[in-house]
Nanobody
Framework: QVQLVESGGGLVQSGGSLRLSCAAS????????MGWYRQAPGKQRELVAGITRGRSTKYADSVKDRFTISRDSAKDSVYLQMNSLKPEDTAVYYCNAHYSASKTEYDYWGQGTQVTVSP
């Protein structure tokens, strides 16, 4: 059974920092591209940051230079370090694991963790 378990969310003041963690189980972690998405009330889910199995990274323009994604294959985990948080970063943050090759594709999601940034 595949599980992605997020942790590290919470309430923080504007300008503060949080570190989200996502522990994966039931998958061969090293072959998956991993990502963090977020969804604010009334808005669509959007990609915040992604890291490939080759450790290439990409970020949404709104979080560049503030957020850093990383992965630890020894712990089957992916992390999102969030600095200089803003109220507009408030959302539920979801961990994603994605694998595609030839005609095979797998996509898994965590249950989400709430991040609330107060003004």
């Amino acid at each position: 059974q595949v599980q992605l378990v997020e942790s590290g969310g919470g309430l923080v003041q504007s300008g503060g920092s949080l570190r989200l963690s996502c522990a994966a189980s039931g998958i061969t972690f090293g072959i998956y591209d991993m990502g963090w998405y977020r969804q604010a009330p009334g808005k669509q889910r959007e990609l915040v940051a992604g890291i490939t199995r080759g450790r290439s990274t990409k970020y949404a323009d709104s979080v560049k230079d503030r957020f850093t994604i990383s992965r630890d294959s020894a712990k089957d985990s992916v992390y999102l370090q969030m600095n200089s948080l803003k109220p507009e970063d408030t959302a539920v943050y979801y961990c994603n694991a994605h694998y595609s090759a030839s005609k095979t594709e797998y996509d898994y999601w965590g249950q989400g963790t709430q991040v609330t940034v107060s003004p």
